[in-house]
């Protein structure tokens, strides 16, 4: 996208020098002569006092960081800037220009901002909107607005990206309009747009490395990376100080729970956005982060007092206000203490008017009091606290009077919200008209959104082709080796100074001299990387963005993990003589149950010996004999019918017996935050459930591995195994933990692995867990359902890894798609069992005959006796029984085992 080489090309300057006669242009250009040599020589006088482009006094530059690239940016000049007086408006300004150019309509249009995540075509289904066409193209040149925001469904790779906003800005262009602001929220970590870019560590572990400086270098590359696809605006730094450990949208979004943290390293931050040509916009004033709302669901209320927020959330907004902020996001947030008017909400009753429609915060305090005389915008209005309180009249009246400039419009995504953004924009030009929206208030924010624009040169831009020089630039630059081997230098230092979860393989110094001079065998498989990060930093969940599968990152490359548990081993001299596969094998890919045979790894040649095959989970004296210590390194999901757990009690068991050592290097178990479902009752126990406890035991493998033995649940009896476990160091059950390696084959992503345990009960009935795609214990159904209304998703199984031969092999399958139930809710939920309930209930009526719970076995065991423990959920499911009536028979069961466990425990509860 080329920048114009000077502005005597440009619309405003060719528009006003059309209107002069020619003596007077001649005069004038004679002075501008004069006065341009009077600065070009005052400049070379000061050469040498001018700043690095690193912006910060003593600080490193941050060219050994971002690469050379062939784009042009406005550099941000730290303080000195705040000293130059603004220019005194002529009628030479190209921003008065074209404010006199341009209508009521165009005005309102310009301080309109909306986003076109996807596009549902002739009523089908949406999809991303990657590239510009039809009714979306002609929206965007038609209405003219100021800018768009750009999300992850937006952005596949560069070159695409790259296209889009240059189609974005060339149709606005084409309609007559003003170029665009294009903005996008790539504020690092868990909200992060462009799934090939540099994902960042977050906020909260910048802070944990103790040094502003890598808040600055982290910044520098998102806003270098957006820069390279053509945007000018990132909605960040997050300045909220999480001071409720209850809030349910801030989180590690926010940089610390002390406002002076938050102030240096959103100040920092900020500085990096700068340096790199880019407009930060500091989220969410006047402070979101003392809420247990989410204003994307809720209406959020905090009580206190302006003089309290002075003390603590205003603190980072003001220090990033003097240092020369740009751009503020407001918040939909009331504060009744400090704005006393009330307005009526959509259900009729009298609420405080929220900081986005607030004059008394937005003009008062905020450019008052707080000095800010940059551009405002709003969060977004198709949130829940708006959308559903105001009526939309009354959000742009008090929105735009109360001193908001620019409004992020609801989303575009069918012919319903295309109209609705239309109406937006004619209900904003009425009231206009008819007075109820202060003329004076649009023109102060057109004008300084024209002058931002001014600033960063994008008035000056007529050519928004792209070039093969952008494209290789994008390609090189956004995600970079050297960008994230920055990213990972980051992470280690953040890692190291904070409290993140520390894995078992990862304490060497502990664990190690219990091996030395041993002979080893492993019990582990393609998890046991040492220190692979499952913890919530490596957490892809977010509610715009979904779920990175596992082993890949958000563009879906695969990710660098660090050594196995057997490499590190062998290279600290251990002698490893064996490895005990589990279910599924030694690299993850066998199917559920296959018989798998023994085998060499093929890197250390050592033996690795299959517990699914032949020795039917329990190992031979032969096995026994070659080692002295068994070291247990993989990650377990916390279930009982899933078989690690099954594994380790019979490894525990042969080791107690010829009196051999057991050290487990402890995980984090993902459904370790509660306990669920009935407790097992010895006759039912088989190869999906051996021990008496619930389907979900809330347990660690270690936990769980001191249970079997202080329970005397092994054949030798109490305390037999001389078993040690390396803790995780700062894990808790209520640590949300999110794993970055596959368990399993079909267990694919985050959603699976909560999904599973409501999911399993329909294995070997008449309903596929959707093995054989790419979304097993997800989706559900079979072809019986076909033709039936609530059952209208469909998938078809195939034969691939992991699922060669999967239910229905190459058939339809109609059913439920569960991925659209937000994680939060399933987490929430625990075992659901209206899945099942419900899929019964519908082949019951429609298919009287038809076995829905497959066949018992020898013994008359139905498999879903086997996964639930006993013969009560079907019997229970069979007479009419509620879901909530069969959950409430399992908690006397549960609350003797919460009792039961309390001693095994490592962590806390």
Not at 656 to 666: F, H, I, M
Not at 796 to 806: D, L, R, Y
Request: proline share 5%; with cysteine.
């Amino acid at each position: 996208m080329n920048p114009r080489p000077g502005r005597a090309g440009g619309r405003g300057w060719r528009l006003f020098t059309g209107r002069l006669p020619g003596w007077l242009l001649l005069s004038v250009c004679f002075l501008l002569c004069v006065v341009l040599s009077a600065c070009a020589f005052g400049k070379t006088e000061k050469a040498e006092e001018e700043t690095s482009i690193s912006g910060i006094s003593g600080a490193e530059p941050i060219e050994p960081i971002l690469e050379e690239t062939d784009t042009t940016v406005a550099l941000w000049t730290g303080e000195e800037e705040q000293e130059t007086k603004p220019a005194e408006i002529t009628e030479t300004d190209p921003v008065e220009v074209l404010m006199g150019e341009m209508t009521l309509r165009d005005k309102l249009a310009q301080m309109m901002v909306p986003s076109f995540r996807k596009w549902a075509p002739d009523g089908k289904q949406p999809v991303a909107v990657t590239e510009l066409e039809g009714e979306v193209r002609e929206l965007i040149a038609g209405a003219r607005f100021g800018g768009v925001v750009l999300f992850a469904e937006n952005c596949v790779d560069a070159e695409q990206t790259l296209r889009l906003v240059s189609s974005m800005q060339t149709a606005t262009l084409e309609g007559g309009g003003v170029p665009l602001f294009v903005c996008t929220d790539q504020e690092g970590g868990r909200v992060t747009r462009l799934s090939f870019g540099t994902t960042g560590v977050g906020n909260r572990m910048l802070a944990a490395t103790g040094d502003p400086e890598n808040a600055r270098l982290m910044a520098a590359i998102h806003g270098k990376e957006i820069g390279l696809l053509g945007m000018q605006v990132d909605l960040a730094p997050v300045l909220d100080v999480n001071n409720n450990p209850a809030n349910p949208v801030i989180g590690d979004r926010s940089f610390s729970d002390d406002p002076q943290i938050v102030a240096e390293y959103g100040l920092a931050y900020m500085e990096g956005l700068h340096q790199s040509g880019i407009i930060p916009t500091l989220k969410h004033f006047p402070g979101h982060g003392n809420t247990d709302t989410d204003s994307h669901t809720g209406l959020p209320v905090i009580n206190c007092t302006y003089e309290e927020l002075r003390k603590c959330e205003l603190i980072p907004f003001q220090a990033a206000i003097d240092a020369g902020a740009e751009m503020v996001m407001t918040a939909h947030i009331q504060f009744p203490e400090i704005e006393k008017e009330t307005c009526e909400s959509l259900s009729g009753e009298k609420i405080a008017v929220p900081a986005t429609m607030s004059r008394v915060i937005l003009t008062d305090i905020l450019r008052g009091d707080m000095g800010f005389s940059g551009v405002v915008m709003s969060d977004a209005l198709d949130m829940a606290a708006v959308a559903k309180s105001f009526r939309q009249e009354d959000v742009l009246r008090m929105a735009i009077n109360a001193g908001v400039d620019l409004l992020l419009l609801p989303p575009v995504w069918d012919e319903d919200s295309l109209v609705q953004v239309q109406t937006l924009l004619d209900t904003a030009v009425s009231l206009a008209e008819s007075g109820e929206i202060e003329t004076a208030r649009i023109e102060e924010s057109v004008r300084r959104i024209l002058a931002l624009k001014q600033k960063y040169g994008l008035l000056e831009q007529t050519d928004f082709s792209v070039t093969q020089e952008q494209i290789r630039a994008a390609q090189e630059g956004v995600g970079s080796d050297a960008h994230r081997e920055t990213e990972r230098q980051i992470a280690l230092k953040a890692q190291n100074e904070t409290d993140a979860v520390i894995l078992g393989d990862e304490q060497t110094d502990t664990f190690l001299p219990l091996l030395k001079g041993k002979r080893v065998a492993l019990f582990t498989n393609q998890t046991g990387i040492v220190g692979d990060r499952t913890d919530a930093e490596r957490d892809a969940i977010t509610s715009d963005d979904g779920l990175t599968p596992f082993g890949q990152d958000r563009s879906g490359r695969e990710i660098g993990y660090g050594p196995h548990i057997l490499d590190a081993l062998q290279e600290r001299g251990i002698s490893v003589e064996a490895v005990f596969s589990p279910e599924h094998g030694f690299r993850g890919t066998a199917d559920a149950g296959e018989q798998v045979g023994d085998s060499r790894d093929g890197k250390t040649g050592v033996p690795v010996l299959s517990l699914i095959g032949p020795r039917n989970g329990h190992p031979t004296a032969e096995d026994m004999a070659r080692f002295d210590v068994l070291v247990v390194d993989l990650q377990d999901v916390g279930l009982r019918f899933y078989t690690h757990h099954i594994l380790l009690y019979y490894l525990m068991d042969a080791c107690a017996q010829s009196g051999k050592e057991v050290v487990v290097l402890d995980r984090p178990n993902p459904n370790g935050y509660y306990v669920d479902g009935p407790v097992l009752q010895k006759e039912y126990r088989s190869g999906v459930g051996q021990l008496p406890i619930p389907v979900v035991h809330g347990m660690t493998l270690g936990e769980l591995a001191r249970m079997i033995n202080g329970e005397g649940w092994l054949s030798s009896g109490r305390e037999a195994c001389r078993l040690t476990v390396i803790p995780c160091r700062n894990y808790s059950h209520r640590t949300k933990t999110s794993l970055v390696l596959s368990p399993s084959p079909n267990l694919k992503d985050m959603r699976a692995v909560y999904l599973y345990a409501s999911t399993c009960f329909f294995e070997n009935t008449v309903i596929s867990v959707g093995r054989g795609t790419t979304s097993p214990f997800e989706v559900i159904g079979c072809p019986a359902l076909k033709g039936l209304s609530s059952y209208t998703f469909s998938f078809t199984p195939v034969s691939m890894e992991g699922a060669k031969n999967p239910p229905y092999i190459n058939e339809a399958c109609y059913g439920r798609d569960l991925r659209d139930i937000p994680l939060d809710s399933i987490r929430d939920a625990g075992i659901d069992l209206t899945y099942l309930i419900e899929a019964f209930t519908t082949v019951r009526d429609a298919y009287p005959n038809v076995e829905f719970f497959g066949k018992p076995d020898g013994s008359g065991r139905y498999y879903l006796d086997l996964l639930s423990g006993s013969d009560d959920l079907r019997r229970q499911i069979i007479a009419g029984k509620s879901a909530e009536e069969i959950k409430a028979s399992w908690q006397d069961g549960i609350a003797a085992f919460l009792t039961q466990r309390r001693p095994y425990l490592l962590y806390e509860e």
